[in-house]
């Protein structure tokens, strides 16, 4: 069930605002470090090594502007 800021289209509506976005967010990076940690990345090939450092590092952006915006807007209401 998604709630009144999923609906939005814009992702300046849902920065910050969502709880479900960002936990599947928080989900998806913590599954990123795990695999980076866990597994033995040496052995795949340059690409695949790249795009898991790539989707760490992006996942870790988002999940800062959400943390960032969750902060403004928790401060702007108190």
């Known amino acids: 069930m998604s709630c009144e800021f999923c609906m939005g289209t ?11 976005c960002m936990g599947i967010n928080l989900c998806l990076l913590l599954v990123g470090l ?12 340059a690409v695949q090594q790249v795009t898991l450092i790539l989707f760490i590092w ?8 959400h943390l960032m915006a969750w902060c403004f ?6």
């Open 10 to 20: 814009f992702i300046k509506q849902k920065l910050g605002r969502c709880k479900q």
């Open 58 to 65: 992006v996942t870790g952006i988002l999940m800062v502007m």
């Open 73 to 78: 807007y928790y401060v702007k209401k108190a």
């Open 34 to 45: 795990a695999i980076y940690l866990g597994f033995n990345i040496s052995t795949w090939l």
